[in-house]
């Protein structure tokens, strides 16, 4: 910024007059206060008190002797000692270690070698089954756990029928590869978006370059295409072994009956299930995991910081031309469709059709038990309906309320002069590194602190308030992501006009850019939406009966083996899910250019 240029406009130079008549406007300062200023460092202290306060509260209860709530407090670091020497944690360490690398290997199995089929090469139906790899994204974990049990389950209908055909089930779905296949399938949809975004926007001069040299189609892949993934690959491996780690619904829906615990379930069987839980051991334990997911976090941006060797996007690039593999298309072709049946269609389609049946076995035929029986349970009983009703809430709150955070945050982040501009875009990343499940713990260690008859502590606690806040601080990084990427797109020099003409930062926004970011604010809404309906782990330790969700819901029935209303749930929760990303889909359709 030039000496003569501030944050209400340009000055005029000395001896120079302005070029209209009319003095450039005045804005009432607050407090003495710019309004521009107030609104940035207002940004900066909500995200900063956003971050902390899960944090806090853990880190402390982590190295004192003794519940927060209570007087006479001594520093100690005996709850790090006595959670290694409890018995059983080693192998919690060890079995969420093979998760991890398992789902990682996985995700990026499936995920990558599609990418470059759907994009770079002639895949027959390549524009359908890339839409298609996209449906696990809408789902949540935990429904598509219920669904996979319903069909793969050691009961379920297609074990059922490969035992009959061939006399065993060659797969355990209550195991650790059973469980990282299940969270590969779901987690692979990002990894695909992260890989297909990048290629589409590559530049073929290098391809080009390599056919040329007369390399055929395949090596072109492996020798060029591929490498110059690694980027986006890296990314989504750090995301995808650090979102393992916290996934709760899977492990606790395939481990319970097997005894397998991971970190989550060990968080959430002596936290929330236990009697009288170690409030000093659990919080040694999410440290630990906070320690793991920020260290993961900081060696991403290492191994990112020589990104710049990956750049293949120039000026006049050209559009890239579809490789052409002969045969191995429809082997591609092929292996897209078993992933889209087989790891999502066909364990929904179960679940959605266990919700219209009393009974769901292989040894009856259930069309003779056709009913609306499930449905009607779900409407008849007020809690249930709550829960539906409060998830809706929730989610269309949270997605406005998210959205307006984040737009102010991009807008201080990506166009302004304030100082510590930087710092708000580090604080909206920051929610990536704290896992869900570590979420609900802090804020509810948070909430407890407040005072209980104080106006704050009455609003939050235990009720959805207080689940909105939790879900929306774990959405604000898909919010600000989804309108950043759009922000780059529009020229600095609208703004600066408007400034230059007198108007300040908050003028140039509210009368230029926000009307041009109407589209990607309706975008982060329909992606915060999606986001906050499919998030319930964090919701166990903070809500209240008055303030379930359609997820705890589900898992509270799901243990009461009423499989009838949580399939009822989960198609309910599905059909408000699609009927949004299609309401969503034509109007970002009628939106395209913005």
Not at 102 to 125: D, N, Q, S
Request: proline share 6%; aromatic share 10%.
């Amino acid at each position: 910024m030039s000496p003569n240029q501030t944050e209400e406009g340009v000055r005029p130079a000395a001896g120079t007059r302005p070029s209209s008549s009319l003095p450039p406007p005045r804005y009432r300062r607050v407090l003495g206060v710019d309004r521009s200023r107030l609104l940035q460092y207002a940004t900066l202290v909500v995200l900063a008190v956003l971050v902390v306060a899960p944090i806090a509260p853990i880190l402390y209860q982590s190295v004192i002797d003794r519940p927060l709530h209570e007087t006479g407090q001594i520093f100690t670091l005996g709850n790090f000692a006595a959670l290694f020497s409890e018995a059983g944690f080693g192998e919690v360490i060890l079995n969420t270690a093979v998760l991890a690398v398992l789902t990682t290997v996985l995700t990026l199995v499936i995920a990558v070698p599609m990418a470059v089929l759907v994009v770079r090469t002639a895949l027959p139906f390549g524009q359908v089954l890339g839409l298609s790899m996209q449906w696990p994204f809408y789902i949540s974990s935990l429904i598509l756990g219920f669904g996979w049990i319903t069909m793969y389950g050691p009961a379920g209908f297609v074990s059922t029928e490969v035992r009959e055909l061939i006399g065993f089930v060659p797969w355990n779905l209550y195991s650790l590869p059973g469980m990282a296949l299940t969270e590969a399938v779901a987690l692979a949809p990002v990894t695909y978006v992260f890989c297909a975004n990048a290629l589409r926007q590559a530049d073929a001069a290098l391809e080009s370059a390599a056919q040329v040299c007369g390399a055929k189609p395949l090596r072109i892949i492996f020798t060029v295409v591929v490498p110059m993934l690694r980027p986006p690959v890296v990314y989504a491996t750090i995301l995808t072994f650090s979102t393992s780690i916290e996934s709760l619904s899977v492990p606790l829906l395939y481990g319970t009956s097997t005894n397998i615990r991971v970190f989550s379930t060990f968080l959430y069987t002596n936290g929330l299930e236990s009697i009288s839980p170690d409030y000093g051991v659990l919080g040694a334990a999410s440290m630990i995991i906070l320690v793991v997911t920020f260290g993961l976090v900081f060696l991403q941006a290492r191994v990112l910081t020589k990104a710049q060797r990956f750049i293949s996007v120039r000026g006049k690039a050209t559009r890239p031309r579809r490789l052409e593999l002969g045969w191995v298309k429809w082997a591609g072709a092929v292996l897209v469709t078993i992933y889209v049946l087989f790891g999502a269609a066909i364990p929904i389609l179960g679940l959605v059709f266990r919700s219209f049946t009393l009974v769901f076995t292989p040894m009856q035929n259930p069309f003779r038990t056709l009913t609306l029986d499930n449905y009607a349970d779900i409407f008849s009983f007020d809690d249930y309906v709550r829960s539906i009703t409060n998830s809706l809430t929730v989610a269309v709150v949270g997605a406005v309320a998210v959205s307006a955070l984040a737009l102010i945050a991009v807008i201080v982040a990506r166009r302004s002069t304030f100082r510590f501009r930087r710092a708000v875009e580090y604080l909206a990343f920051a929610p990536q590194a704290i896992p869900g499940i570590i979420v609900g713990i802090g804020f509810f260690w948070a909430f407890a602190l407040l005072p209980h008859s104080g106006p704050l502590g009455a609003i939050v606690q235990g009720s959805l308030v207080g689940v909105v806040i939790v879900f929306g601080f774990g959405a604000v990084p898909t919010a600000f992501s989804s309108i950043a990427s759009s922000i780059t797109q529009i020229g600095s020099e609208l703004d600066n006009a408007a400034r230059t003409s007198g108007a300040d930062w908050v003028g140039a926004f509210a009368r230029i850019l926000w009307r041009l970011l109407i589209p990607a604010f309706v975008g982060a809404m329909i992606l915060t939406f999606v986001a906050l309906l499919k998030a319930y782990a964090s919701a166990l330790f903070i809500a209240s009966p008055d303030s379930e969700v359609i997820g705890t819901t589900m898992l509270v029935l799901w243990t009461e083996g009423q499989t009838g209303s949580v399939a009822a749930l989960a198609t309910l929760q599905i059909a408000i899910t699609a009927a949004v990303v299609a309401v969503a889909g034509r109007f970002m359709k009628g939106h395209a250019h913005a």
